[in-house]
């Protein structure tokens, strides 16, 4: 097939499916104007136009699988966790389907979603307006490959460093972790929540158990070959599994996702044959998925006491039908609208930078600011910002002070704060971000790995703080161990420098093994 003929193809299938979803939209629209009887009709035009959107989205996505995977991967996400829930209530008729979504009427649960549809759309036509910003890198990448890498002389000294990092920062990790699930044991998952944090944890063995997740990034980040991926992976793996049982399923699937990603994206400068991911591969991933999605429902329901076995198809249904909850909060966040003091609302969508000032010990001894100790009591809810916290005890109260929560999402603090400008401005933010991933792998080993860890940050956005993922990554604990890392890669570079004959050699070689 010709390329002229494939690029009318392409936009054949585009039209039909985009326009297709427009108009659907418009339509909705135009129905929930007649009102009464017409609300149930217009809801599911609306669904309609979702499916058509969604379907447009992973086609053309599947165009460029590779350039485009952490595009596709949170698009895979916000449809789980923001939509999952929806898919199933609407499939399953409307007989239940305010009750199954937790809907106070049907206008309500079609502002909800058209929030959700507003974002989608935007985030896609983010990604695709921003392209010209990224030209210069996807270019390279297609017609230079490996030679389109930022490859720098300290990057073999820079990976041994983060590796041996990596394996005395498990040591404290591991402990922390173990404590974590110990809690998990002995309150139940509910009510670890509305404990106090830890004190027999000392506060260096904290500290120095921050570093495990950051070497890793920074490992990765150095393009390490198969042989030398072994060991930290599986430090890695036993790291994800463990997770699992402290009840918490979102570390497990994040930590997953960002490894897809890098290993996804470093496809690209690598001849087929020697590729991590090819047919068979895919295949047995697409196995591994199914499996694990049942595996996480049965952890889910070993978590909430739950007995008896299910199928595999059910579990998975199931899973989706959980997974989706996040539309809960954002539904409860319309219903509730005229219960915000919308002078403050934007206060919501700025907290993880609260939490960032009063915590951070440098900030706070320079300041005076308290620090933010997240507790489930009445004095913590009365006071904070947290909107998943703040939204919850106004939802149900008694389930908030037992231990439970809706959690938050992004788009429902976009929403709150400045409404559907909100929506629509943070979502372009997130499209442009990801336009930036799909060439991560070009850019220089710190910014390198900071975007692995900011992809895994804003993967599971549809189920967090618009703003966490920034203090996340740019933590000053991260940043001064990057710069800790550079000095110290400098100063191995200087004393190996001295017992060779060609002190320039030892810091400008790179072992053939080490080339992509």
């Known amino acids: 097939m010709t390329a002229d003929r494939l690029n009318r193809k392409n936009t054949l299938r585009n039209t039909i499916f985009f326009g297709s979803a427009g108009i659907l939209i418009i339509l909705a629209n135009l129905i929930m104007a007649l009102g009464g009887f017409y609300y149930i009709t217009a809801n599911y035009v609306l669904f309609a136009a979702n499916i058509a959107l969604n379907i447009g989205i992973f086609i053309d996505v599947l165009k460029n699988i590779r350039r485009d995977f952490p595009l596709l991967a949170f698009i895979a996400s916000f449809d789980l966790l923001l939509l999952g829930r929806v898919y199933v209530a609407f499939f399953r008729g409307p007989k239940n389907l305010l009750y199954n979504l937790e809907a106070e009427n049907f206008q309500n649960l079609f502002t ?9 759309i935007v985030v896609y036509a983010a990604y695709k307006l921003s392209a010209p910003l990224f030209l210069k890198r996807e270019k390279a990448i297609r017609e230079k490959g490996a030679g389109a890498l930022h490859r720098e002389p300290l990057e073999p000294i820079i990976r041994q460093v983060s590796v041996a990092v990596l394996i005395l920062s498990s040591v404290a990790f591991f402990f922390v972790l173990f404590q974590t699930i110990l809690n998990v044991f002995k309150y139940g998952y509910l009510g670890s929540f509305t404990q106090k944090p830890d004190k027999n944890i000392p506060s260096v063995i904290s500290r120095i158990s921050f570093l495990f997740v950051p070497s890793f990034a920074v490992f990765l980040a150095t393009m390490p070959n198969k042989k030398q991926l072994k060991m930290p992976m599986l430090l890695y793996f036993v790291y994800m599994l463990a997770s699992l049982f402290t009840g918490r399923r979102n570390t497990f699937v994040c930590e997953a996702v960002m490894l897809l990603v890098y290993f ?11 590729r991590f991911f090819r047919k068979k591969t895919v295949i047995a991933m697409i196995v591994v998925i199914a499996a694990c999605a049942y595996f996480l429902e049965r952890v889910a329901e070993m978590r909430s006491g739950s007995s008896g076995s299910k199928g595999l198809f059910s579990s998975i249904l199931n899973f989706i039908y959980s997974q989706g909850a996040s539309f809960r909060v954002v539904m409860k966040t319309v219903d509730y609208w005229n219960r915000f003091d919308h002078r403050t609302t934007y206060q919501f969508l700025f907290y993880p930078f609260e939490i960032f000032t009063h915590n951070n010990i440098v900030i706070r001894t320079i300041f005076g600011f308290k620090p933010i100790v997240e507790t489930q009591n009445i004095q913590f809810v009365s006071s904070t910002h947290n909107f998943g916290h703040v939204l919850t005890f106004l939802v149900a109260p008694e389930r908030y002070l037992s231990g439970g929560g809706f959690g938050t999402s992004f788009v429902a603090e976009a929403y709150v704060a400045y409404g559907m ?11 442009v971000i990801f336009r930036f991933f799909s060439s991560m792998l070009t850019r220089s ?6 975007s692995l860890i900011a992809v895994k940050n804003l993967i599971y956005i549809p189920r967090n703080f618009t703003f966490l993922w920034v203090t996340n990554v740019f933590s000053i604990t991260y940043l001064c161990y990057f710069i800790f890392l550079y000095f110290a890669s400098l100063l191995l570079a200087g004393i190996s420098s001295h017992v060779r004959t060609d002190p320039l050699k030892a810091v400008s ?7 992509t």
């Open 112 to 120: 909800a979603l058209q929030i959700i549809t507003v974002s989608l």
């Open 264 to 274: 996804v994206l470093r496809d690209n400068f690598l001849p087929h044959e020697k």
């Open 421 to 431: 400008g909100g929506v629509a401005a943070i979502s372009a933010m997130i499209g």
């Open 445 to 450: 080993w710190p910014v390198m790995a900071l």
């Open 509 to 515: 070689s790179v072992p053939e093994e080490d080339k």
